[in-house]
Protein backbone atom coordinates (compact mmCIF):
# COMPACT_ATOMS: atom_id res chain seq x y z
CA UNK A 1 0.00 0.00 0.00
CA UNK A 2 1.35 3.33 -1.02
CA UNK A 3 1.47 5.95 1.74
CA UNK A 4 -1.01 9.29 0.73
CA UNK A 5 0.33 12.14 -0.47
CA UNK A 6 4.07 10.18 0.65
CA UNK A 7 4.33 7.70 -2.47
CA UNK A 8 4.17 8.20 -6.18
CA UNK A 9 4.32 5.51 -8.98
CA UNK A 10 6.92 7.02 -11.58
CA UNK A 11 5.21 7.44 -14.97
CA UNK A 12 8.22 6.22 -16.92
CA UNK A 13 9.63 2.89 -14.77
CA UNK A 14 6.84 1.86 -13.05
CA UNK A 15 8.31 1.63 -9.59
CA UNK A 16 7.03 3.61 -6.32
CA UNK A 17 9.24 7.15 -6.17
CA UNK A 18 9.27 6.78 -2.26
CA UNK A 19 9.24 10.73 -1.34
CA UNK A 20 8.32 13.68 -2.81
CA UNK A 21 11.94 15.06 -2.01
CA UNK A 22 12.49 11.77 -4.67
CA UNK A 23 10.10 13.04 -7.65
CA UNK A 24 10.25 15.10 -10.43
CA UNK A 25 7.16 16.42 -12.29
CA UNK A 26 7.42 17.35 -16.31
CA UNK A 27 5.86 18.61 -19.34
CA UNK A 28 5.59 19.88 -22.34
CA UNK A 29 5.21 23.46 -23.00
CA UNK A 30 6.64 25.42 -25.95
CA UNK A 31 4.69 28.38 -24.52
CA UNK A 32 2.33 29.31 -27.86
CA UNK A 33 0.09 26.15 -26.83
CA UNK A 34 -1.16 24.52 -23.51
CA UNK A 35 0.72 22.48 -21.88
CA UNK A 36 0.79 18.74 -22.04
CA UNK A 37 2.29 15.81 -21.24
CA UNK A 38 2.45 16.08 -17.17
CA UNK A 39 4.24 13.23 -15.74
CA UNK A 40 5.27 12.28 -12.23
CA UNK A 41 8.75 10.71 -12.31
CA UNK A 42 12.45 9.80 -10.46
CA UNK A 43 14.45 12.71 -9.85
CA UNK A 44 18.08 12.15 -11.83
CA UNK A 45 19.64 10.85 -8.50
CA UNK A 46 16.96 8.26 -7.59
CA UNK A 47 15.92 6.82 -10.66
CA UNK A 48 16.10 2.95 -10.98
CA UNK A 49 17.60 3.32 -14.35
CA UNK A 50 20.42 5.46 -12.93
CA UNK A 51 22.78 2.12 -12.41
CA UNK A 52 22.44 1.94 -16.39
CA UNK A 53 23.61 4.97 -17.29
CA UNK A 54 19.92 6.59 -18.02
CA UNK A 55 16.99 8.33 -15.80
CA UNK A 56 13.25 8.66 -15.95
CA UNK A 57 12.91 12.03 -17.64
CA UNK A 58 11.59 12.59 -21.20
CA UNK A 59 14.22 12.01 -23.74
CA UNK A 60 14.13 15.17 -25.59
CA UNK A 61 15.23 17.78 -23.57
CA UNK A 62 14.00 20.71 -25.96
CA UNK A 63 9.83 22.39 -25.04
CA UNK A 64 10.29 20.45 -21.68
CA UNK A 65 9.84 22.05 -18.20
CA UNK A 66 9.91 20.62 -14.91
CA UNK A 67 10.70 21.52 -11.15
CA UNK A 68 11.35 19.43 -7.77
CA UNK A 69 7.72 17.36 -7.41
CA UNK A 70 7.73 19.09 -3.40
CA UNK A 71 7.07 22.67 -5.44
CA UNK A 72 3.83 21.61 -6.59
CA UNK A 73 2.66 20.18 -3.42
CA UNK A 74 1.12 21.50 -0.27
CA UNK A 75 -1.40 25.08 -0.79
CA UNK A 76 1.43 26.62 -2.37
CA UNK A 77 2.05 24.19 -4.68
CA UNK A 78 -1.51 23.48 -5.30
CA UNK A 79 -2.20 27.83 -6.18
CA UNK A 80 0.40 27.27 -8.94
CA UNK A 81 -1.50 24.28 -10.34
CA UNK A 82 -4.47 26.02 -10.02
CA UNK A 83 -3.36 29.29 -11.49
CA UNK A 84 -2.86 27.59 -14.85
CA UNK A 85 -6.56 26.13 -15.14
CA UNK A 86 -7.22 30.14 -14.26
CA UNK A 87 -5.52 31.28 -17.93
CA UNK A 88 -5.77 28.12 -20.00
CA UNK A 89 -2.10 27.17 -20.04
CA UNK A 90 -2.72 23.61 -19.76
CA UNK A 91 -4.56 20.54 -20.83
CA UNK A 92 -7.28 20.56 -18.62
CA UNK A 93 -7.80 16.78 -18.21
CA UNK A 94 -3.93 16.39 -18.05
CA UNK A 95 -3.97 19.33 -15.08
CA UNK A 96 -6.48 18.12 -13.22
CA UNK A 97 -5.50 14.11 -13.17
CA UNK A 98 -1.82 15.52 -11.71
CA UNK A 99 -3.84 17.81 -8.94
CA UNK A 100 -5.52 14.61 -7.68
CA UNK A 101 -2.21 12.09 -7.63
CA UNK A 102 -0.31 15.35 -5.78
CA UNK A 103 -3.50 16.97 -3.41
CA UNK A 104 -6.12 13.92 -2.61
CA UNK A 105 -5.12 10.96 -0.71
CA UNK A 106 -5.14 7.90 -1.50
CA UNK A 107 -5.86 8.86 -5.24
CA UNK A 108 -2.43 7.20 -6.72
CA UNK A 109 -3.09 4.37 -5.96
CA UNK A 110 -6.55 3.86 -6.37
CA UNK A 111 -5.90 5.17 -9.87
CA UNK A 112 -4.24 2.04 -10.84
CA UNK A 113 -7.29 -0.02 -10.16
CA UNK A 114 -10.20 2.57 -11.19
CA UNK A 115 -10.85 1.13 -14.90
CA UNK A 116 -11.00 -2.64 -13.68
CA UNK A 117 -13.41 -0.79 -10.71
CA UNK A 118 -14.96 0.66 -13.08
CA UNK A 119 -15.44 -2.08 -15.43
CA UNK A 120 -16.79 -4.50 -12.89
CA UNK A 121 -19.50 -2.27 -12.49
CA UNK A 122 -18.03 -1.28 -8.74
CA UNK A 123 -17.22 2.44 -10.05
CA UNK A 124 -20.03 4.72 -11.70
CA UNK A 125 -18.45 7.42 -12.04
CA UNK A 126 -15.07 8.59 -11.17
CA UNK A 127 -15.61 9.46 -7.22
CA UNK A 128 -12.53 10.78 -5.60
CA UNK A 129 -14.09 10.82 -2.16
CA UNK A 130 -11.85 8.96 0.18
CA UNK A 131 -14.71 6.25 1.10
CA UNK A 132 -14.73 5.50 -2.92
CA UNK A 133 -11.19 5.84 -3.22
CA UNK A 134 -10.47 3.05 0.05
CA UNK A 135 -13.32 0.77 -1.20
CA UNK A 136 -11.01 0.82 -4.74
CA UNK A 137 -7.55 0.11 -2.79
CA UNK A 138 -8.89 -2.93 -0.55
CA UNK A 139 -10.78 -4.44 -3.17
CA UNK A 140 -8.17 -4.72 -5.88
CA UNK A 141 -4.82 -3.91 -4.42
CA UNK A 142 -2.71 -7.24 -3.96
CA UNK A 143 -2.71 -8.07 -0.59
Keep these: MLVPLKNFICDDCGSVIEKPEDGWLEWFDDYETPMEGFRIVHSYGTSPKRDKGGNCYYTQ ?36 EIIRRLHIPHYEEARLFMDRAHKDGLLDSRDNDQKTLLMIIQEYAPK
Design 61 to 96: STKVSDNHLTHFMGSDGLAFLLAKFDRNLANPRELA
